[in-house]
């Protein structure tokens, strides 16, 4: 599991940051379920393209 921008550098002090954000009304997702909130239907042209977003390497 890959975290972003939550600062934490080992997996306790991960996790921490993480309890920080939720306690400060954050809320902790995934790119693919941002993603997922923000296509609702992956049959569009839009949402086949987001879908193959996911899939590529960055």
Same mark, same amino acid.
């Given at each position: 599991?890959?975290?972003?921008?939550?600062?934490?550098?080992?997996?306790?002090?991960?996790?921490?940051?993480?309890?920080?954000?939720?306690? /400060? #009304?954050? &809320?902790?997702?995934? @790119? /693919? #379920?941002? &993603?997922?909130?923000? @296509?609702?239907?992956?049959?569009?042209?839009?949402?086949?393209?987001?879908?193959?977003?996911?899939?590529?390497?960055?």
């Amino acid at each position: 599991m890959q975290v972003d921008a939550c600062g934490g550098m080992t997996p306790r002090t991960e996790q921490a940051a993480l309890r920080q954000i939720e306690t /400060a #009304g954050g &809320v902790v997702t995934s @790119v /693919a #379920g941002l &993603v997922s909130d923000m @296509v609702r239907d992956f049959t569009t042209p839009v949402g086949r393209q987001a879908i193959a977003s996911l899939h590529e390497p960055v």
